[in-house]
């Protein structure tokens, strides 16, 4: 069964950093283009940031650009995003996917973070 | 960026009912448009990708159509499993965006 468990959340303060996990199993996880999707109710869904099955390719969002950073490690089939200087604005729950066929195939549960003094 | 709209923004309906949900695009987007299913507290749940090819596992109820600008979700007679949120998103070219949701509800 293919699962994604993201974990890492938290409350952290205006300007502080977390990072967030994704583990993933019951796939070939390094041939899989990974991303991360947020959502809040104000804004919805907003897709945050995508890398390759190899890592060698990477894109982001412009409101997270030289912020976060998405990163991968094939040996332990677990996907990152190194969040930065954040920002009320990054308050949201935090998903996983899988990208396939153009599309955001499987995705985890979710990881609520949360900016705020 | 491009950007999607939705229409409606939420619909009341019958179980039985056929329900049609519209997704424009900013700008052509060829057919790299997809439908998601969020049910509440829970992920979003892909049902039709390339604008009209069913995601394994989804009930041949969903159906997708459109090219260009204009795309439409069909669910040929809604079931009590599919009142939810639905979501368009296109993956023209980055950013990826999706549109604001369309809320089915239990008339």
């Known amino acids: 069964e293919v699962q994604l468990v993201e974990s890492g959340g938290g409350l952290v303060q205006p300007g502080g950093s977390l990072r967030l996990s994704c583990a993933a199993s019951?796939?070939?996880?390094?041939?899989?283009?990974m991303t991360w999707v947020r959502q809040t109710p104000e804004k919805g869904l907003q897709w945050v940031s995508a890398i390759s099955g190899s890592g060698t390719l990477t894109y982001y969002a412009d409101s997270v650009k030289g912020r976060f950073t998405i990163s991968r490690d094939n040996s332990r089939n677990t996907l990152y995003l190194q969040m930065n200087s954040l920002r009320a604005e990054d308050t949201a729950v935090y998903y996983c996917?899988?990208?396939?066929?153009?599309?955001?195939?499987?995705w985890g549960q979710g990881t609520v973070v949360t900016v705020s003094s | 960026d491009i950007q999607m709209t939705q229409s409606p923004s939420s619909l009341s309906a019958s179980v039985g009912d056929r329900v049609t949900i519209t997704c424009r695009a900013s700008?052509?987007?060829?057919?790299?448009l997809n439908w998601y299913q969020q049910k509440a507290a829970k992920a979003p749940k892909l049902l039709i990708y390339a604008a009209s090819s069913l995601q394994s596992g989804v009930p041949s109820r969903f159906s997708g159509s459109g090219t260009g600008t204009d795309f439409t979700l069909t669910i040929s007679s809604l079931q009590p499993e599919d009142f939810a949120t639905y979501y368009c998103?296109?993956?023209?070219?980055?950013?990826?965006?999706f549109g604001q949701g369309t809320k089915v509800e239990i008339k």
């Open positions: 019951g796939f070939t996880f390094s041939n899989s283009g």
């Open positions: 998103q296109h993956s023209h070219s980055t950013p990826w965006t």
């Open positions: 996917a899988i990208k396939f066929h153009d599309a955001f195939d499987t």
């Open positions: 700008q052509n987007i060829g057919n790299y």
